[in-house]
């Protein structure tokens, strides 16, 4: 089992930028693909990047995002990064980080993952 918590979240005007973070343990980190998704009230979760274990690197964004976030991570620190620039209204949502389990659903689907964070809020004003 693998326990993830994510912070950084918080208000922040348009335009603004943050860094989430993601802290795994209780599994080995880097075997393993990490995605961010969002949830918004009223609305279904929904993909917003992935990063691929060791070995050459992957990185994959949503369409809404890309050329604006920029997921990362440190294997030696166990954590995934989101930074998130240029932030719009329509960013505002809870922030998930989660470890993909299977191979069988697309990296976007949120089936394909089997553990996940807490949450962590990102309100964006404008």
């Known amino acids: 089992q693998v326990q993830l918590v994510e912070s950084g979240g918080g208000l922040v005007q348009a335009g603004g930028s943050l860094k989430l973070s993601c802290a795994a343990s209780?599994?080995?980190?880097?075997?393993?693909?990490m995605g961010w998704f969002r949830q918004a009230p009223g609305k279904e979760r929904e993909f917003v990047a992935r990063i691929s274990g060791s070995g050459i690197i992957n990185i994959n964004y949503a369409d809404s995002v890309k050329g604006r976030f920029t997921i990362s991570r440190d294997n030696a620190k166990n954590t995934v990064y989101l930074q998130m620039n240029n932030l719009k209204p329509e960013d505002t949502a809870v922030y998930y980080c989660?470890?993909?389990?299977?191979?069988?659903?697309?990296?976007?689907?949120?089936?394909?993952?089997?553990?996940w964070g807490q949450g962590t809020q990102v309100t964006v004003s404008s």
């Open positions: 989660a470890t993909q389990g299977s191979s069988w659903y697309r990296y976007t689907d949120s089936r394909a993952y089997d553990n």
């Open positions: 209780g599994r080995t980190f880097l075997n393993y693909a």
